[in-house]
């Protein structure tokens, strides 16, 4: 099976830059996407295929994959930001593979 | 605009069963998978499985077999989930989605609590 790791928390300075990581093996080799859920809503989708902003996400959200990590990159931080973000990928074994997710505090 | 609807919350007790929905609308219902997901208290989203909406034909994840039933009523673009025997650790909430890679757009989930 594959696995995704992701830290269990970030935290962020209001109007600075979170990063954000996902590791998996040779993980450069597969789309990531990510997924953003704020307190007691549902998960939104906020990048797709490692660097794509689905309508209505900020251009403050960005990202990159090389290697054997992939990043979510938030820029200019906003209370509004604060949520768990999750990483997944497919897998051919595994199907959907999510990372373990990361709490965000701004 | 692409809507996932779901069903209100449940409570439950043990070893009973609950039938989840997930209502679809705006766009083609049988051009995307359905995603199940779960969230427990104080987990991550866990991937349960999906639907096939062309064919009926479901996948589940490792930790989902047996219990879980995905099924579909494509005359009313509605998927469907089933838990029987539930148990206290079935206690979560319950998101469909729509689309596997990636899911683009979830319903609102669905709060299960299972309780004696």
């Known amino acids: 099976s594959y696995d995704l790791t992701q830290p269990l928390s970030v935290s962020v300075a209001l109007g600075q830059t979170a990063t954000i990581s996902c590791g998996g093996k040779n993980i450069e080799k597969r789309n990531v996407h990510w997924i953003q859920q704020k307190s007691g809503q549902a998960p939104v989708l906020v990048l797709y295929k490692d660097v794509n902003r689905p309508s209505g996400i900020p251009e403050r959200f960005s990202g990159s994959n090389s290697g054997n990590t992939a990043l979510l990159t938030i820029s200019r931080a906003e209370a509004g930001d604060e949520a768990d973000y999750y990483c997944q990928v497919w897998d051919s074994s595994s199907y959907v593979v999510l990372g373990g997710g990361t709490k965000l505090t701004v | 605009q692409v809507q996932l609807v779901q069903s209100g919350s449940e409570l439950k007790k043990p070893g009973a069963s609950v039938t989840l929905s997930c209502k679809a609308s705006g766009y083609s219902f049988i051009s995307y998978t359905i995603n199940w997901m779960r969230r427990a208290p104080g987990q991550g989203l866990e991937w349960m499985g999906w639907i096939n909406t062309n064919d009926g034909k479901a996948t589940y994840a490792q930790d989902f077999t047996g219990r879980f039933v995905f099924s579909l009523d494509t005359s009313v673009n509605t998927a469907y989930l089933e838990i029987s025997s539930l148990k206290m650790e079935d206690t979560g909430i319950y998101y469909c989605?729509?689309?596997?890679?990636?899911?683009?757009?979830w319903g609102q989930g669905t709060l299960v609590t299972v309780s004696p």
């Open positions: 989605a729509r689309g596997l890679n990636p899911a683009d757009y």
